[in-house]
């Protein structure tokens, strides 16, 4: 059912490991998680407790949700196994992430260590290392103008989300270049110091031509059909098209953006990034399509279900040829889990340098 591109993925997890020393140097032993300002637990990177604990203040909070199914609020402590391949799932896969190791002086392997620099806006509602916020004036760096965004784009291969600019901290997964923006009005922006983006910035790229105009269209289709996808527009800025997505993890509440969690289904089934294929060149087991229809079936209402099966069935009648367990997510809140919208759906027809394995 699902396909392999032969690209370069991201780290590759044992299922028992410790962090690495320079990451327990860093963080003292121990790198907070937080929902907004609220303290959800903690990762720990010792020798012999290794993990994630809860903090006993957000497991009895009405309103609390679980970090990842791998991780229920019903135990306090859960080990390397299930928080290291959730952290990876947060970041960007190869090259993006040799690229932003480099530049932040770690290796790719070191997940946490790389979080600590990149976590307070990540896909979900939880930011990593420091609290985040809902929006507070001053918090969006404005982008002035089409010719600074387009400066901006230009530079994202080079200098991915960002890293390294004064106040920014953000992850987005995947392999595609990307960046996490805030848009107000017909202005975007840049968020600092730990504020929610609302929309991810896709532009073009050589090796996939008009891939900003394909996305719109298979997205808007699934709309029109009845698939939920988030809301999507194009635009140009000097010689740079781009998609501009709406993120579904995001909701406007008066004055403040709130962040809602989620997770994909390689987190949900405790698998790395780069096992994300069900067949895959790194010789590990990725998940079939068997397996992640066990997730809503176990941990979602028969409607849910149905919403997975109808995504399923609409990537290959487009020929998205490059579906993976990472392209569907889920929502987690203290009522239980639901599907997330679609996303990232690309017909491949018009790539030939594409590898298709549909199984």
Request: hydrophobic share 40%; net charge positive.
């Amino acid at each position: 059912m699902f396909s392999r591109m032969p690209k370069p993925a991201g780290p590759t997890l044992p299922r028992h490991r410790t962090f690495p020393t320079a990451t327990r140097r860093t963080l003292m032993d121990r790198l907070p998680v937080y929902f907004e300002t609220r303290e959800v637990g903690w990762i720990m990177a010792a020798d012999e407790a290794s993990g994630f604990t809860y903090a006993e203040s957000w497991r009895g909070l009405t309103g609390a949700f679980p970090v990842s199914l791998t991780m229920p609020l019903s135990r306090a402590s859960h080990d390397a196994s299930a928080i290291l391949p959730w952290a990876a799932n947060l970041l960007p896969e190869n090259p993006t992430l040799g690229t932003v190791g480099h530049m932040l002086g770690k290796s790719p392997a070191d997940v946490i260590g790389l979080l600590a620099e990149m976590g307070r806006d990540t896909a979900g509602a939880l930011s990593v290392g420091q609290p985040g916020t809902g929006l507070i004036a001053g918090k969006w760096r404005e982008i002035p103008d089409k010719a600074s965004l387009e400066r901006i784009l230009n530079e994202l291969p080079h200098k991915p989300f960002l890293v390294g600019e004064d106040g920014v901290s953000m992850s987005l997964a995947g392999v595609q270049t990307k960046l996490a923006v805030a848009l107000e009005g017909d202005t975007l922006y840049i968020p600092i110091d730990g504020a929610p983006s609302t929309h991810i910035i896709k532009p073009d790229g050589e090796r996939l031509p008009g891939a900003v105009q394909n996305e719109a269209f298979c997205l808007t289709l699934a709309r029109m059909i009845g698939i939920p996808t988030p809301k999507v527009t194009t635009g140009t800025a000097g010689e740079r098209s781009y998609l501009l997505v709406e993120r579904y993890d995001r909701r406007h509440e008066g004055k403040r953006w709130r962040r809602l969690h989620q997770e994909d289904f390689c987190q949900a089934l405790g698998r790395p990034p780069a096992a994300k294929y069900q067949n895959n060149d790194r010789g590990l087991k990725g998940p079939s399509l068997a397996d992640m229809l066990g997730v809503p079936q176990r941990h979602m209402t028969a409607q849910q279900t149905a919403r997975f099966v109808n995504l399923a069935i609409f990537n290959p009648m487009v020929w998205n040829a490059d579906s993976h367990a990472k392209n569907y997510s889920l929502m987690l809140s203290a009522r239980g889990a639901a599907m997330a919208p679609g996303y990232d759906i690309v017909c491949a027809a018009p790539y030939p340098k594409i590898t298709v394995s549909l199984h």
